[in-house]
């Protein structure tokens, strides 16, 4: 509620007592006409409401995973009494102008609801230290921002068995939006699952972003033999184009109920946000935040597998539910024992086991797969767009 609203709210408080006869357009003309007025006025002070602010980069209404962290935001806000609000569509390039705009309009938390702005957080945090930031894709804390960091690559691990169980050609495609968490890590963790089924399964990945560079990810992924492709995308569109193709496919969003009207779905995994943010609200009313760090996987709820769909071959389920209980309760070690690189050289031996930091900043890819140039187009428009905040 704006300030604007509290003050009509007040003012109705004071017409109430008085009735209607006695209601002015000015507070103080009021308050003057009579001592019970006075009284309803000062009895119950009005508390100013803390406002939290979410910068997107994606559109929050465009059907993508930016509005699933949106509807995360607004079930949380529902059990909350604090205000949220959020500007979508923010480039890095525009994240500080961003930050300004919800800093002026009395945001004292920014939820930063997005990796890309990962690397410009600690600069700007450092300009706004009245603001309190929640950085998603950041997973180191400072003294004003909290760090958000999660592990898709653990769902890609099954994905990439429930792919390759279902492939024909022992080949499987991946769709990665390189502004998605850790992508690497996830098109590696795709092949391993892969592996689990074909010794020698492949995957082939190619880096998409935009609705037109996603299809030409798509049609190239299928000329080099994958029949079948996992999304790992801002948008929608992979799971819509391969639909649209009849080609099998794995989604990234909770398709919930509406996983039924896709034929060619085998499975879906996706990020459930809402029990984050309504800690993160509580801690807040509270007076209780602190700048720390928290990882979401699949241990805690954070990331989550479905079971598998009607286009699945028998037995997809039984090999679902065996990995990702595996996987949720630490047991299945994606990143430890021997492991190659694409020439076949040792990175690491089959006594060694990566630790988190070096999961995080994997610039190689794991034998087995191969990556196609990438199919993102190259940005000229640097100007500062004008924002418009919505509640």
Known sequence: MTKGFKRIAALLAVCTALGAAGCNDSAETSVATGEATAEAVTSEPVKETTKVGYIFNGSADSGGTTEEINFHRLKAVSHSDLFTEYIDNVTITDFEEAVKTL??????????????????????????????FVSMGSHVSTANVYAYTETPYQAGYVAGLAAAFNSENEKVGVVADMGQYYYIPFINAVTLGTQLVYEEGSVVAATASADDEIRKAVDALVSEGCDVIISYTESPETAEYCESKGIKFVGNMNYGADAANYENMLMYYYSSYDSFFLSQFKQITLDTWLAEEYVGNMGNGIINVSEALSASKEGTQELITTLAAKVSGGQAYI???????????????????????????????????NVLETFRQPKTDLEINSFEIKE
């Open 335 to 369: 990143f430890s024992g021997e492991l190659k690189d694409t020439n076949e050289k040792i990175k690491y031996t089959q006594y060694d086991s990566m630790t988190v930091n070096e999961i995080y900043n994997m610039e190689w890819y794991v034998y087995g797969t």
């Open 103 to 132: 800093a002026e309009d009395g945001c004292t938390y920014i939820v930063a609801a997005s990796p890309v702005y990962a690397h410009a957080i600690p600069s700007i945090a450092g300009k706004y230290m009245n603001i309190n």
